[in-house]
């Protein structure tokens, strides 16, 4: 029998990531889990990725991935780090809050990331945001994150889908031409 698509390896397709960094969560479970897009009961993904290069180390390529953190009183937004190891797309690492403090080869805290990419001044107020402090093309995003926060406050929470709806949603995803994917738009910044 064929292994069933999870909801968090579809949420991982459903980002505008290369073929290589969705390849990449696959064959790395552990920094598929510390993304936290793939948390639905805490956070809303805007679907979108902003890419751009640090002027300490314009080999790399940095994506910045926002989620919604819909727990939080205030609306804030939050950004993890990819960086895409001399933009050669077969290595990738995830800068993050890393609660445990540890750091693996592909996971690191995203204080590692400010002092290796901004030398602790570029970057250092984009892992919290606000909405006025998202980039401007994907406010619009973040504002529809958050008035789906509220219905699954109003609905009681967040709910996760069962194996058919999820088999249907990817079965969708796969059979429209990727140019017409509208979550699949990536930003430049």
């Not at 639905?40 to 926002?66: C, H, M, N, T």
């Not at 609660?99 to 204080?111: A, E, L």
């Amino acid at each position: 029998m064929d292994k069933q698509l999870t909801y968090e390896e579809l949420i991982i397709k459903m980002m505008p990531f290369s073929q290589q960094l969705i390849e990449w969560c696959q064959q790395h479970p552990e920094f598929q889990a510390a993304l936290k897009i793939i948390y639905s009961d805490r956070f809303i993904s805007l679907q979108a990725i902003v890419k751009w290069y640090s002027p300490y180390s314009p080999d790399d390529e940095v994506i910045g991935v926002y989620a919604y953190d819909y727990t939080q009183k205030t609306p804030l937004f939050k950004q993890d780090f990819i960086v895409n190891i001399g933009k050669l797309d077969n290595e990738f690492v995830l800068y993050t809050r890393n609660p445990s403090g540890k750091n693996s080869k592909y996971i690191k805290d995203i204080s590692v990331f400010y002092k290796t990419y901004g030398k602790c001044e570029y970057y250092i107020n984009s892992h919290h945001l606000t909405l006025d402090q998202l980039p401007e093309e994907i406010r619009e995003r973040g504002s529809k994150a958050i008035q789906l926060a509220e219905k699954i406050r109003r609905l009681g929470g967040f709910v996760k889908p069962h194996q058919s709806q999820i088999n249907k949603t990817h079965s969708d995803l796969i059979s429209t031409p990727k140019e017409s994917w509208f979550i699949k738009q990536k930003l430049k910044k």
